[in-house]
Nanobody
C-alpha cells in the first residue's frame, strides 16, 4: 500500500485548503483512513478518520471546521479545511488500515504517507 499526500501550502488565518491522499495497493476499497498532524516537538495527533462504512470521527480541535471524505472509486482521501487557525500549522499525514477501533489513534494504522506541510499565518 502506498499513500501520497498533496495540497498543503501556506494560507492566511481564516482561509481554506483541501488536502488529498492518493492510495494504491489496497486489497479492497473499504479501508479505514485517517488524517493526522504533527508539529515539531509534539506528538502525532489524530484529527479525522473515516471507516469503511463511511462513518467519520473528528478531534474536538477541528470539529466543525474540517471535513474528511473519501472517493472509493478513485482511492483518494480528502481533508477539507476551513477557517484555518495559526495553531493548525503542522505536517499533515494520511494513514490507512484494514480495520480500526479508534480512528484517531495513530497506533491503529498500518500504512502512512510522507506528509504535506500546512502553514497558517
Amino acid at each position: 500500500v502506498q499513500l501520497v499526500e498533496s495540497g498543503g501550502g501556506s494560507v492566511q488565518a481564516g482561509g481554506s485548503l483541501r488536502l488529498s491522499c492518493a492510495g494504491s495497493g489496497f486489497t479492497d476499497n473499504n479501508y479505514c483512513m485517517g488524517w493526522f498532524r504533527q508539529a515539531p516537538g509534539k506528538e502525532r495527533e489524530g484529527i479525522a478518520g473515516i471507516r469503511g462504512d463511511g462513518s467519520t470521527s473528528y478531534a474536538d480541535s477541528v470539529q466543525g471546521r474540517f471535513t474528511i471524505s473519501k472517493d472509493k472509486d478513485k482511492n483518494i482521501l480528502y481533508l477539507h479545511m476551513n477557517n484555518l487557525k495559526v495553531e493548525d500549522t503542522s505536517m499533515y499525514y494520511c494513514a490507512g488500515a484494514p480495520l480500526v477501533h479508534s480512528p484517531l489513534e495513530p497506533y491503529e494504522y498500518n500504512y502512512w504517507g510522507q506528509g504535506t506541510q500546512v502553514t497558517v499565518s
